[in-house]
């Protein structure tokens, strides 16, 4: 999985290893996030090895897919969950912004669904869930580097999906709305009551209920699922 040493992505790491699959902790910078979630990993009984890997460079990407086949024997499922914001509007947003987010958001997830497809495709068998964003399919100001990112996220699921289907691969793309973090938590009051206002639900979502689902279509139950974007996000955008 990559992007899996903090946050959402821990959450993820962590329910995928309670549903018993071993796991790939992958980090960008910090190496200690990824050893914390390897270890608590580790005490479910669950096999956990830590990868570093910089992402900006979407090359890397499929190194790491064929660094982890080489060490833990197998990838049955690929989580791609890296991602940054490099937030402004578009008529101030400097070409290396956007270029950086889309390299990390959404090429370096090509790239890695390109390696380990290669290696499902012997197996007959994989699953390919990508992490979206409501943002995506509804857009957002100040963000059109990111929601372009998450958009190409979305249509390269199902592009993959229809490729793929035949050997025996999913590919489907969750769509998060607003998560609770550190980040939302920092947003003043009246900026959370705004965004709350318009998800039905009244709360923002937990990394959990996130977790819930990858885990869910990493399983065998979600073996006739594919080519979908499933968002979790409380009714604030309905597909």
Known sequence: MTGSSRGLGRAMALSLARAGFGVAVHYGRNQ????QVAGEIRA???PAQVFGADLSDPANAGTLVEAVI???GRLDVLVNNAGITRDTLAIRMKDDDWNAVLDTNLTSAFTASRAAIKHMMRARSGRII???SVVGLMGNP???NYVASKAGLIGL????AKEYGARGITVNAVAPGFISSDMTGALPEDVQQAYLSGIPLGRFGDPEDVAALVTFLASGAAGYITGQVIGVDGGLYPH
């Open 32 to 35: 200690a996030d990824a050893e």
């Open 44 to 46: 479910l009984g669950v």
């Open 70 to 72: 080489r060490e833990m």
């Open 130 to 132: 990508n992490i979206a």
């Open 142 to 144: 100040g963000q059109a």
């Open 157 to 160: 699921t199902k592009a993959l």
